[in-house]
């Protein structure tokens, strides 16, 4: 390890004795650390000035460089043709580890090419620049924080190996030059909890990846661009379609920030995976070219609040599309009535409801937290809102329990509906408990009642339960049958907790218990 002295914070590598230094202290050492501290009357630079030659050290040696200041890498990184050597490179630039603070601005700036051959490539600082310069390693890490990322036309990175990821964590990047990581992955971070724009149309401020530098990215490894903290991604009008990147490209935020899709709709090569620690909207089409997977609501940030899904697009050149929500209480709005392809909602975890359209909504039972409407399958749903519209339920052929709780609102199969008009039980024998207060009830014929603004149908008995409760029959020849206290059966309905019958129009006829009735 070799710390600079106060008086002489700058080196020079590259002058030959230098270089044979150097090599002589990697060929006894598996690893080097070239050190400048915050003291002395210069900046606290390192710079490579010549080319390197690493021949004839051992390969898997790792040279670091800790720069108070900047990283200048000025002479070409290399080895002779005959050698099988390899070197792992370590650039920290804006550095505190020769002591005091670090200078705060300092980058790292590749100005000349690195060939590290099956080595790997790590880099921190408040920013760093690749000029004319190509960078050639197994597996790649950047770290500049929330500083800026350049890469120039006539440079770019290329990761090879079964090792060879790339990471990169940025406020931004700048990708006029070529990013190739081959079959293995490239994960960008937006650092200091920016968001990212994912497109043509991108803001100041935020990590941005136009259509013009997604073109300079090739490989068929998996493409994920994450947002942490607030950060959110906007993909607006993404064209990969003539792409050389075929991966799966994967869009996670992680915290409060949400994913939208805008605007312009976006074409991809590959499939595409999303998970949005918040909210996920759907507000332009898109066409993946392979399978995709649709998650919201998974951050520690969602809490119990969860989050929401909206559907204001379609999704084309696939069958089918599940959208899962995390743990906490997540909603899933589908403002169309035929949305493209079938969907299935998946509230997975919480207390999680379903918002339909405003027009006139059919929704079919088949199990607990389980049904369609509209083209939407859904599970594991504990809310289901009709909103405006004549909106009508029908249940499972099983017997169904049905509890009324308000105008408009009853519960059934672990679902509470609002804003629903009609209810149809369907085949078995299904009951229906209406509320605690005075509830009225018209019978509209056979199995069918109107309560609390729901037309309800096939049903078998009703529990008026508390309160004061009055059944209109009728307008027919009613034939009711009363069983005991409060309870009466007529139109196939078994009435309880009843205080009032109204046969209405028609010639109606009681017939009273067995026992001692008093009339």
Do not use: C
Not at 154 to 172: E, K, L, R
Not at 259 to 280: H, K, Q, R, W
Not at 307 to 323: K, P, R, W
Not at 414 to 419: C, D, E, L, P, T
């Amino acid at each position: 390890s070799f710390q600079s002295s106060t008086d002489d914070t700058v080196l020079l590598i590259g002058s030959s004795t230098d270089a044979t230094t150097l090599l002589g202290t990697l060929n006894n050492n598996a690893t080097v650390t070239i050190t400048t501290g915050a003291s002395g009357t210069q900046a606290g630079n390192i710079t490579l000035v010549d080319a390197f030659d690493y021949t004839s050290i051992p390969s898997g040696r790792t040279l670091v460089l800790n720069a108070h200041n900047d990283i200048n890498i000025n002479g070409l990184i290399f080895r002779g043709t005959s050698s099988l050597n390899s070197l792992n490179l370590v650039l920290n630039a804006n550095s505190a580890a020769g002591g005091g603070t670090a200078s705060g601005t300092g980058g790292v700036y590749l100005n000349s090419s690195i060939y590290l051959y099956g080595g790997s490539f790590t880099a921190t600082g408040a920013q760093m620049t690749q000029g004319v310069a190509g960078l050639y390693a197994t597996g790649v890490t950047i770290n500049v924080g929330a500083g800026n990322l350049y890469i120039s036309g006539n440079g770019g990175i290329t990761s090879t190996g079964s090792a060879g990821d790339v990471n990169i964590q940025s406020g931004d990047i700048d990708l006029a030059g070529w990013l190739d990581a081959g079959t293995n992955a490239i994960n960008i971070t937006a650092g200091g909890g920016r968001s990212i724009g994912f497109g043509p149309a991108t803001a100041p401020g935020m990590l941005s990846l136009s259509n013009a530098e997604l073109l300079q990215i090739s490989g068929s490894g998996p493409l994920t661009l994450t947002a942490t903290g607030a950060g959110a991604i906007n993909v607006d009008g993404v064209a990969l379609g003539q792409a050389a990147f075929g991966g799966v490209i994967r869009l996670n935020t992680t915290g409060s920030g949400a994913i939208s899709f805008l605007n312009t709709p976006s074409i991809f090569i590959g499939g595409l995976e999303v998970t949005s620690g918040a909210d996920l909207t759907i507000g332009a089409n898109i066409t993946p070219g392979g399978p995709i997977t649709l998650g919201f609501g998974r951050s520690a940030a969602a809490g119990a609040t969860g989050g929401t899904f909206t559907l204001n697009a379609d999704i084309l050149g696939v069958s089918a599309v599940t959208a899962t929500g995390g743990v906490g209480n997540d909603t899933f709005v589908f403002p169309t009535t035929s949305p493209t392809p079938l969907f299935t909602a998946d509230g997975s975890g919480g207390t999680d409801t379903l918002i339909l359209t405003t027009g006139n909504d059919a929704v079919t039972v088949t199990g607990v937290g389980q049904g369609s409407t509209n083209k939407v399958s859904f599970v594991n749903i504990e809310a289901v809102d009709a909103g405006a519209g004549s909106d009508a339920v029908t249940l499972t052929a099983g017997n169904d329990a049905i509890t009324v709780t308000g105008a408009g609102q009853a519960t059934a199969s672990g679902i509470a509906f609002s804003n629903i008009e009609a209810m149809d039980a369907g085949a078995g024998s299904d009951t229906v408990t209406l509320t605690a207060g005075n509830d009225a009830v018209t019978v509209t014929g056979v199995g069918q009642a109107t309560t609390n603004g729901i037309a309800l149908s096939n049903i078998e008995a009703v529990d008026a339960g508390a309160g004061s409760d009055a059944v209109t029959l009728t307008a027919g020849n009613d034939v009711i049958t009363v069983t005991g206290a409060g309870q009466a059966t007529a139109s196939g309905i078994a009435f309880s907790n009843i205080e009032a019958v109204d046969a209405g129009a028609g010639s109606d006829a009681v017939t009273l218990t067995a026992g001692n009735d008093a009339i």
